[in-house]
């Protein structure tokens, strides 16, 4: 399965795409395909995860999620540090 066009994303567009594919990893591609700014390639990086069967497309959407909220929520953390230093 490759997986370099989700990697690519940034942890806001990977959690997006990891959350359609977990609500309905058929139509995820469609879902994505309508976001205004960047939906051609949120659809082509959720086309990956539907090549793969559900089982294993279901793990690895929910470890996507996790790694990608992760990041945002070290982020936020790095900003509210940022401004109490302020």
Do not use: C, W
């Not at 066009?5 to 990977?14: C, G, T």
């Not at 058929?26 to 939906?39: M, Q, R, S, T």
């Not at 793969?52 to 790095?78: H, K, M, V, Y």
């Amino acid at each position: 399965m490759k997986l370099e066009k989700f990697r690519s994303l940034s942890a806001h567009q990977r959690a997006m795409v990891a959350i359609a594919v977990l609500l309905d990893g058929h139509e995820a591609e469609l879902y994505l395909d309508n976001d205004a700014l960047a939906g051609e390639e949120l659809a082509k990086a959720a086309k990956d995860f539907v090549a793969a069967s559900p089982e294993f497309r279901n793990i690895l959407a929910g470890d996507a999620l996790r790694r990608a909220l992760e990041e945002l929520q070290s982020r936020t953390a790095d900003v509210k540090d940022e401004r109490l230093q302020e």
